[in-house]
């Protein structure tokens, strides 16, 4: 069985690529409402992840190991790999480093549903990215490589401390330079661990675009309730949006936020429901199934195929 670590991933697809795969897929009809449910299971320290899921030709599932709060052990909070089966004979055939395949997964996600919104002007774009982690730090090398050629980007990223190596201009939470980076932001990211609200209808643009990207369980959220007043607002499925959405399912408990308003993910990338260009849009993502298996696919065929 073939083994494809961290660095080989990230060199083998591109973050287009990955944006490109997901959206292809659910161009070709998947449904994302049939996908198998998270499943986490308890153990003695920590737990463990299991998301399965099967499309086409390929059967996988992602096993996540996770440390639990306050754990001393000197490893990753995170750790785990993606098992690729063959979908008639169920044999395992390839191993992928699960935390390269979530770093390219999840920011492909979130670009791939607004991706048409992001692309429809060349103008340059002001994107203010909170979190300096490996996922905002991922949403901002995949903004580049969609967008090269397109649309000049100009990011500020935003958090409680700057990072040594940051290689972009950088606002302290709550200061005067990052209000003022939100303000003039078309595109605003969160991709933070905070519980509570960083973000209030009050501080964006009234046509920005907000990927929410942080919290995932139900009691968390990232943006205010007022973020979604007025807004279109996406997620990648209804049912898993309610499980693990907070900032859906808290601004739905407010009334900012109706179910029967929701717009899935596919629908905007089958052009089934069109983006108002003077509202504002927000993209609730949890991550699926479905997109880990996508982008094992890629990762694994361009492996195989190095030349293609």
Do not use: C
Request: aromatic share 4%; glycine share 8%; no cysteine.
């Amino acid at each position: 069985m073939r083994f494809i670590d961290h660095d080989d991933v990230l060199r083998t697809v591109s973050p287009a690529e990955a944006v490109e795969k997901l959206r292809q897929t659910l161009a070709a009809g998947f449904d994302p409402a049939t996908d198998p449910l998270r499943t986490k299971v308890p153990l003695p320290h920590g737990e463990m992840h299991l998301m399965p899921s099967a499309a086409g030709t390929a059967v996988g599932v992602k096993i996540l190991g996770i440390q639990p709060a306050g754990s001393t052990v000197d490893v990753p909070l995170v750790q785990g790999s993606y098992l690729l089966m063959d979908s008639q004979t169920l044999t395992p055939h390839t191993l992928i480093d699960a935390t390269a395949l979530t770093t390219l997964r999840t920011p492909a996600a979130s670009i791939a549903g607004v991706l048409d919104r992001l692309t429809a002007s060349n103008e340059p774009l002001d994107v203010a990215i909170f979190g300096t982690g490996a996922q905002g730090l991922g949403h901002a090398a995949t903004l580049e490589s969609v967008l090269d050629g397109v649309r000049e980007l100009r990011i500020t990223f935003i958090s409680r401390t700057e990072p040594a190596d940051l290689a972009y201009p950088w606002a302290a939470s709550g200061s005067a330079a990052a209000q003022d980076a939100l303000a003039r932001a078309g595109l605003v990211i969160t991709a933070t661990t905070s519980p509570a609200p960083i973000v209030t209808g009050a501080e964006l643009r009234k046509d920005a675009t907000v990927l929410a990207v942080g919290a995932h369980t139900a009691d968390t959220r990232e943006l205010a309730a007022d973020v979604f007043t007025g807004a279109q607002v996406i997620v990648e499925d209804p049912t898993v949006a309610y499980r693990e959405g907070g900032d859906v399912v808290l601004a739905t408990e407010e009334g900012t936020v109706r179910r029967e308003d929701l717009i899935t993910m596919a629908q905007v990338v089958r052009g089934e429901v069109a983006l108002d260009p003077d509202r504002r849009v927000v993209f609730k993502t949890v991550g699926m199934p479905w997109q880990d298996l996508a982008t094992a696919q890629a990762v694994a065929q361009a492996a195989e195929n190095p030349l293609e």
